[in-house]
């Protein structure tokens, strides 16, 4: 079955960098749209950015533009996202999804992971 784990989140300044993995297992991930998501205390979930794997195409949310970018390891069947420059506005669960082709509405996502909490703090 699929299995989304996302790992890396963690407390960081403003300004730092983080970057998170998600290891994903049971699909072809080489050919597959996958999104990042979050969700800040109190608040809606966010997509943040996608990438179809087979081609590396990618888009991202407005607010995370120029900021954050995803990327992926075919071979290790891995999603990343890594995030500079960040904000407090940027703390939130960020969750790993897996949809079934090309959207920005996060309740069109099958799959997703367990979420990693990311804390923007000084």
């Known amino acids: 079955q699929v299995q989304l784990v996302e790992s890396g989140g963690g407390l960081v300044q403003p300004g730092g960098s983080l970057r998170l993995s998600c290891l994903a297992s049971?699909?072809?991930?080489?050919?597959?749209?996958m999104y990042w998501v979050r969700q800040a205390p109190r608040k809606g979930l966010e997509w943040v950015s996608a990438i179809y794997t087979g081609t590396g195409d990618t888009d991202y949310a407005d607010s995370v533009k120029g900021r954050f970018t995803i990327s992926r390891d075919n071979a290790k069947n891995t999603l990343y996202l890594h995030m500079n420059s960040l904000k407090t506005e940027d703390t939130a669960v960020y969750y790993c999804?897996?949809?079934?082709?090309?959207?920005?509405?996060?309740?069109?996502?099958?799959?997703w992971g367990q979420g990693t909490q990311v804390t923007v703090s000084s």
């Open positions: 999804a897996k949809g079934a082709g090309w959207s920005t509405n996060p309740s069109d996502y099958p799959y």
């Open positions: 049971g699909f072809t991930f080489s050919s597959s749209w």
